[in-house]
Every structure is written in C-alpha cells, then in structure tokens.
C-alpha cells in the first residue's frame, strides 16, 4: 500500500508560477514511479511528467516541456512538481499517482496504482 498527499495548488495569474508537492509513504517506495497528471475542465485525466524510481528517468507532456520541472527528495518521499509559466489551459485537478514497476515512459493513466486526492490549479487574471 501506497498514501499520497498533494499539497501546493491555488490560483495564480498567467505567467506565475507554483510547485506542489506530493507526499508519499507506505512500504517499497522504490518499487514505484512517480507520476503527476492532471484532469481540465471537461477533459479526461493526462498526464503531465513522471520520475521514475530507480534512476530518476522523467518524462514530460509536450504541453509543460520546458515549464514545469519534476525532482524528489533523496528519501524519495516527496516529489515535486514546478510549473513556471503557467498558463490558463494549465488549469485543473492535479494528482500524484505511483506505479509500479517503476518506469515512467508510455504510462497511461489507468495503469497508475495509488492516488492521491487532488489539489486544485487555477490559472486565472
């Protein structure tokens, strides 16, 4: 078993930035990926980057490459996420997700395991 905790939304203006954080515990952390994806408005779930769990491999959605950033603690307990830049299509429920095994490319969202319970991105003037 695997407990997320996302932590760090909220509204910001377009060009702002934020970094959530997500929190995880339970046992065999380092059998699993990382991942954040996020569901907008009236779209199904995406994902957005992902940091693998054995060599810190990630991966990023086109649509953030080159604004958002994913790292981890060296505990690999928590995992960041910063989006600079941000932008109004940026806007949504951003989750943490873990899965194992811990390889981050091609991962759809319905092969994560665990969740986390979301925490709202609004990027709004």
């Known amino acids: 078993q695997v407990q997320l905790v996302e932590s760090g939304g909220g509204l910001v203006q377009p060009g702002g930035s934020l970094r959530l954080s997500c929190a995880a515990s339970g046992s065999h952390l380092d059998y699993y990926a990382i991942g954040w994806l996020r569901r907008a408005p009236g779209k199904d779930r995406e994902g957005v980057a992902c940091?693998?769990?054995?060599?810190?491999?990630?991966y990023f959605a086109d649509s953030v490459k080159g604004r958002f950033t994913i790292s981890r603690d060296n505990a690999k307990t928590t995992v960041y996420l910063q989006m600079n830049n941000l932008k109004p299509e940026d806007t949504g429920v951003y989750y943490c997700?873990?899965?194992?095994?811990?390889?981050?490319?091609?991962?759809?969202?319905?092969?994560?395991?665990?969740w986390g319970q979301g925490t709202q991105v609004t990027v709004s003037s």
């Open positions: 940091i693998s769990s054995s060599d810190g491999a990630i």
């Open positions: 997700a873990a899965v194992s095994p811990g390889l981050c490319e091609g991962r759809a969202a319905y092969e994560y395991d665990y």
